[in-house]
Nanobody
Framework: VQLQASGGGLVQAGGSLRLSCAASGLTFSSYTMGWFRQAPGKGRAVVGHVDWSGERPYYADSVKGRFTISRDNARNTVYLQMNSLKPEDTAVYSC????????????WGQGTLVTVSS
Protein backbone atom coordinates (compact mmCIF):
# COMPACT_ATOMS: atom_id res chain seq x y z
CA VAL A 1 0.00 0.00 0.00
CA GLN A 2 1.27 3.45 -0.89
CA LEU A 3 -0.11 6.85 -0.04
CA GLN A 4 1.70 9.70 -1.74
CA ALA A 5 0.96 13.29 -0.76
CA SER A 6 1.90 16.15 -3.06
CA GLY A 7 1.17 19.79 -3.71
CA GLY A 8 2.96 21.45 -0.82
CA GLY A 9 5.04 24.58 -1.16
CA LEU A 10 5.60 28.13 -0.05
CA VAL A 11 2.65 30.49 -0.03
CA GLN A 12 1.92 33.91 1.45
CA ALA A 13 -0.60 34.34 4.20
CA GLY A 14 -4.08 34.57 2.75
CA GLY A 15 -3.17 32.37 -0.17
CA SER A 16 -4.35 28.93 -1.21
CA LEU A 17 -2.91 25.51 -1.91
CA ARG A 18 -4.40 22.22 -2.97
CA LEU A 19 -2.84 19.03 -1.71
CA SER A 20 -3.41 15.61 -3.24
CA CYS A 21 -2.93 12.16 -1.80
CA ALA A 22 -2.82 9.34 -4.32
CA ALA A 23 -3.42 5.84 -3.00
CA SER A 24 -2.45 2.50 -4.49
CA GLY A 25 -2.52 -1.10 -3.37
CA LEU A 26 -5.80 -0.88 -1.45
CA THR A 27 -9.52 -0.78 -2.16
CA PHE A 28 -9.69 2.98 -1.85
CA SER A 29 -13.47 3.25 -1.50
CA SER A 30 -13.32 0.96 1.55
CA TYR A 31 -11.33 3.45 3.59
CA THR A 32 -11.99 6.67 5.39
CA MET A 33 -9.26 9.07 4.33
CA GLY A 34 -7.77 11.58 6.72
CA TRP A 35 -5.39 14.51 6.53
CA PHE A 36 -2.97 15.27 9.34
CA ARG A 37 -0.28 17.83 9.95
CA GLN A 38 2.77 18.16 12.10
CA ALA A 39 4.12 21.61 12.81
CA PRO A 40 7.77 22.15 13.78
CA GLY A 41 8.34 20.98 17.34
CA LYS A 42 4.79 19.67 17.74
CA GLY A 43 3.00 16.35 17.51
CA ARG A 44 0.80 15.18 14.69
CA ALA A 45 -2.66 16.71 14.67
CA VAL A 46 -5.75 15.80 12.72
CA VAL A 47 -6.85 18.25 10.05
CA GLY A 48 -9.96 16.34 9.01
CA HIS A 49 -11.25 13.25 7.34
CA VAL A 50 -13.85 12.10 4.86
CA ASP A 51 -15.73 8.82 4.71
CA TRP A 52 -15.98 6.57 1.67
CA SER A 53 -18.83 8.61 0.15
CA GLY A 54 -17.12 11.95 0.58
CA GLU A 55 -20.37 13.40 1.85
CA ARG A 56 -19.65 13.66 5.54
CA PRO A 57 -16.33 15.44 6.06
CA TYR A 58 -15.02 16.28 9.50
CA TYR A 59 -12.74 19.24 10.19
CA ALA A 60 -10.69 20.34 13.14
CA ASP A 61 -11.89 23.64 14.57
CA SER A 62 -8.64 25.31 13.56
CA VAL A 63 -9.32 24.80 9.85
CA LYS A 64 -13.11 24.76 9.69
CA GLY A 65 -14.41 27.16 7.06
CA ARG A 66 -11.00 27.47 5.38
CA PHE A 67 -10.10 23.92 4.37
CA THR A 68 -12.13 21.45 2.28
CA ILE A 69 -11.53 17.73 1.96
CA SER A 70 -12.83 15.85 -1.05
CA ARG A 71 -12.15 12.54 -2.70
CA ASP A 72 -12.34 10.96 -6.14
CA ASN A 73 -12.78 7.22 -5.74
CA ALA A 74 -12.30 6.67 -9.47
CA ARG A 75 -8.84 8.22 -9.20
CA ASN A 76 -8.00 6.77 -5.77
CA THR A 77 -7.18 10.28 -4.63
CA VAL A 78 -8.15 12.49 -1.72
CA TYR A 79 -7.68 16.26 -1.82
CA LEU A 80 -7.20 19.02 0.70
CA GLN A 81 -8.09 22.49 -0.55
CA MET A 82 -6.59 25.07 1.78
CA ASN A 83 -7.75 28.68 1.57
CA SER A 84 -7.03 31.75 3.67
CA LEU A 85 -3.81 30.19 4.84
CA LYS A 86 -2.18 31.46 8.00
CA PRO A 87 1.43 31.22 9.20
CA GLU A 88 0.25 28.81 11.89
CA ASP A 89 -0.81 26.40 9.14
CA THR A 90 2.86 25.79 8.39
CA ALA A 91 3.46 22.06 8.80
CA VAL A 92 4.17 18.79 7.08
CA TYR A 93 0.85 17.49 5.82
CA SER A 94 0.24 13.78 5.36
CA CYS A 95 -2.67 11.49 4.62
CA UNK A 96 -3.85 8.29 6.22
CA UNK A 97 -6.32 5.51 5.46
CA UNK A 98 -8.63 4.10 8.12
CA UNK A 99 -10.52 0.86 7.69
CA UNK A 100 -14.31 1.26 7.68
CA UNK A 101 -14.78 -1.61 10.09
CA UNK A 102 -12.10 -0.72 12.62
CA UNK A 103 -12.00 3.05 12.27
CA UNK A 104 -8.30 2.81 12.96
CA UNK A 105 -5.68 4.28 10.67
CA UNK A 106 -3.86 1.39 9.03
CA UNK A 107 -1.78 3.15 6.40
CA TRP A 108 0.14 6.41 6.34
CA GLY A 109 1.82 8.34 3.59
CA GLN A 110 4.88 10.51 3.54
CA GLY A 111 4.14 14.15 4.01
CA THR A 112 4.41 17.27 1.95
CA LEU A 113 5.66 20.52 3.46
CA VAL A 114 3.46 23.59 3.48
CA THR A 115 5.09 26.86 4.50
CA VAL A 116 2.98 29.96 4.95
CA SER A 117 4.88 33.23 5.15
CA SER A 118 3.54 36.29 6.90
Amino acid sequence: VQLQASGGGLVQAGGSLRLSCAASGLTFSSYTMGWFRQAPGKGRAVVGHVDWSGERPYYADSVKGRFTISRDNARNTVYLQMNSLKPEDTAVYSCGAAGLRTGRYEYWGQGTLVTVSS
